[in-house]
């Protein structure tokens, strides 16, 4: 049986709104498929379990998104090689992602906007040659979220901050 997979490809539609995958793979072919003007777009990925499938996102070519939610850590989100993928923009909204994050090769992660991007709950692993980019508002992280042999860079610009969340056990 065949995982249900939707494609965007194509000229960018200038959708906005709230997406949301409930089961199976939304993958994104063109460059900035969404628009941030009118309020953006939030994606928000379900906690489903398996069945139908888990819920994914595969970034394929440069996206922006005003948000990216997940439910729950059943849900996973993949960055193509070449691709980086920006969650936040001038609408400055907070997002919680709980999702697996997985770059391939120099596939990258950029936070912009004013807005808190917490990823404290979720499992990131890039390529080499992978990045993570705080280019304005927050990440938050938290007990290995990168794992221990981790060596993707992290770079935060000026003004912009990175906030630790540990486990206190």
Known sequence: CALPILVLSGTAGGLTGPINVDSGTLQLNTANYFSSSGGGTTIWLSNVKSKPSNAILAVDANNTFSALDSDGNNSAVTIATGVTLT??????????????????????LVKAGSGLLDISGST???GTGGAVTIDAG???????????????????????ELQYSGRSE
């Open 138 to 160: 927050a990440l938050r992280i938290g007990n290995g979220v990168f794992g221990a042999s981790a060596t993707t860079p992290i770079t935060i610009a000026s003004g912009a």
């Open 124 to 126: 990131v692993s890039f």
């Open 87 to 108: 969650i936040g923009d001038s609408n400055d909204l907070n997002s919680t992602l709980s999702s697996t994050i997985t770059g391939t090769g120099t596939g990258s």
